[in-house]
């Protein structure tokens, strides 16, 4: 059965670093598009991340563009978001996805449970 799970999720002080996992079984991921989109309370779902199969496209929103980093390991079926210089802003539940490279929720099949990121001002 395909799934995905995330690990990493954690408390951490302002202007500190995560590094989120997202484990993937089933080598069908090997052909999607990996994405980070996050959850705050009382907000809409909101895309983070997102890169292509191969791992030559990438695309982030603006909220963290120049902080987080995506990658994936398509050997180990595996997805990161490397998180650095965090704000309070940043607190949510991050949820892994795989589907066609977007950045809306709707173009993405399948999701992990979600990681719960807290950052402390």
């Known amino acids: 059965q395909e799934q995905l799970v995330e690990s990493g999720g954690g408390l951490v002080q302002a202007g500190g670093s995560l590094r989120l996992s997202c484990a993937a079984s089933?080598?069908?991921?090997?052909?999607?598009?990996r994405a980070w989109f996050r959850q705050a309370p009382g907000k809409e779902r909101e895309f983070v991340a997102a890169i292509s199969s191969g791992g030559s496209n990438t695309r982030y929103a603006d909220s963290v563009k120049d902080r987080f980093a995506i990658s994936r390991d398509n050997a180990r079926n595996m997805a990161y978001l490397q998180m650095n210089s965090l704000k309070p802003e940043d607190t949510a539940v991050y949820y892994c996805?795989?589907?066609?490279?977007?950045?809306?929720?709707?173009?993405?099949?399948?999701w992990g449970q979600g990681t719960q990121v807290t950052v402390s001002s």
């Open positions: 089933g080598s069908i991921f090997r052909r999607y598009t």
């Open positions: 996805a795989a589907g066609a490279f977007s950045s809306l929720a709707a173009q993405y099949d399948y």
